[in-house]
């Protein structure tokens, strides 16, 4: 009798993505960095124990890195102007610069795989390009966002 090995799994493709931040018009990307927490490890070594006793600790979450071809629209620059001069100004970013965001995870078709929502983001950097008169290719221009949460969208 032969064996069964389950349902064949379509493994989800990295180049077919959108990422929707509120307030931009335009969700083309050429790329966005991954979504990553940790969960910190505490060890606590008792009465010369040879295995530490384990706890968890603060959970983080890594920066998002966006990146697209330059072009005239200035809204990620704008984006960042305005939070650090907010910033700058009061010592925080106000909640009016915080924007949450959804990464989609596209099939062929164009039909939504999964998709992850982070909360609560704001830039932290915003690169404008590197220029080149020997390279064929376009100025890349990326915002890296930090944020407060994210997880799985409904």
């Not at 931040?21 to 969700?27: A, L, P, Q, W």
């Not at 305005?82 to 009061?90: K, R």
Request: hydrophobic share 35%; glycine share 6%.
């Amino acid at each position: 009798m032969p064996t069964k090995l389950g349902k064949p799994r379509s493994f989800h493709k990295k180049f077919k993505f959108t990422v929707d931040v509120d307030g931009f018009d335009v969700s083309a990307w050429t790329k966005c960095s991954e979504l990553s927490a940790e969960l910190a490890k505490i060890e606590q070594w008792e009465g010369g124990s040879i295995i530490a006793r384990k706890e968890p600790g603060r959970l983080t979450f890594t920066d998002l890195t966006l990146e697209r071809g330059a072009t005239s629209d200035e809204s990620c620059f704008t984006w960042f102007k305005d939070t650090a001069n907010a910033a700058a100004n009061s010592g925080d970013v106000d909640d009016e610069y915080k924007r949450d965001a959804d990464i989609n995870t596209l099939d062929r078709d164009n039909k939504t795989l999964r998709k992850w929502r982070i909360t609560q983001g704001w830039p932290v950097k915003f690169n404008a390009g590197d220029w080149d008169n020997t390279a064929d290719e376009n100025v890349m221009e990326s915002l890296t966002l930090t944020y407060d949460f994210f997880d799985k969208a409904t």
